[in-house]
T-cell receptor, first 110, second 113 residues
Framework: DAKTTQPTSMDCAEGRAANLPCNHS???????VYWYRQIHSQGPQYIIHGLKNNETNEMASLIITEDRKSSTLILPHATLRDTAVYYCIVRSSNDYKLSFGAGTTVTVRA | EAGVAQSPRYKIIEKRQSVAFWCNPISGHATLYWYQQILGQGPKLLIQ????????DSQLPKDRFSAERLKGVDSTLKIQPAKLEDSAVYLC???????????FGSGTQLSVL
């Protein structure tokens, strides 16, 4: 299964866009990139996923590079409620397993 | 729609005691997962059910952990006997099918003293 590398932590200003990078250089052609986030004392929450095309939903945008070796999650207008741990996960194509790493702790500051 | 329900929310036990956690998934969700999350780490998959059958339990410490999903709906996870290193948050998640997005409950925080 492909592994991911994310920064340990990052800060962003309220109202500004937050760009969260993720490297997954060993991803294979049929493996999806998933993003979840976990707010303190809650279970993880699904944000978005993609295969090769850029994706957008009401929560965020996902930009995947053409070679698929990295991606960026974009929170367009960060709010204080977006403070959370963000997990970038490459989902196994064999068993659909989601293996969580340590994620990126994002702190949105007023 | 109602989310994934878990109980209890918190549990404190002494080592060598037993404990059980309960999960009620979203109605109609065929796939159910139990994850263990140790403080400061991401969740680790313990077991995955498809309806009432086990799909993957490769990371479940079977000498002390057991889980069942009777009738393909509710599930229980049991630890017997508990060790200090079992202190963690136990998360239940469900999805409509394998490969679909997961919905998580708020978890049960277990402290083993």
């Amino acid at each position: 299964d492909a592994k991911t590398t994310q920064p340990t932590s990052m800060d962003c200003a309220e109202g500004r866009a937050a760009n969260l990078p993720c490297n997954h250089s060993t991803i294979s052609g049929n493996e999806y990139v998933y993003w979840y986030r976990q707010i303190h004392s809650q279970g993880p929450q699904y944000i978005i996923h993609g295969l090769k095309n850029n994706e957008t939903n009401e929560m965020a945008s996902l930009i995947i590079t053409e070679d698929r070796k990295s991606s960026t999650l974009i929170l367009p207008h960060a709010t204080l409620r977006d403070t959370a741990v963000y997990y970038c996960i490459v989902r196994s194509s064999n068993d659909y397993k989601l293996s969580f790493g340590a994620g990126t702790t994002v702190t949105v500051r007023a | 729609e109602a989310g994934v329900a878990q109980s209890p929310r918190y549990k404190i036990i002494e080592k060598r005691q037993s404990v059980a956690f309960w999960c009620n998934p979203i109605s109609g969700h065929a796939t159910l997962y139990w994850y263990q999350q140790i403080l400061g780490q991401g969740p680790k998959l313990l077991i995955q059910f498809q309806n009432n059958g086990v799909v993957d339990d490769s990371q479940l410490p079977k000498d002390r952990f057991s889980a069942e999903r009777l009738k393909g709906v509710d599930s229980t996870l049991k630890i017997q006997p508990a060790k200090l290193e079992d202190s963690a948050v136990y998360l239940c998640a469900s999805s409509s099918a394998r490969g679909e997005k997961l919905f998580f409950g708020s978890g049960t925080q277990l402290s083993v003293l």
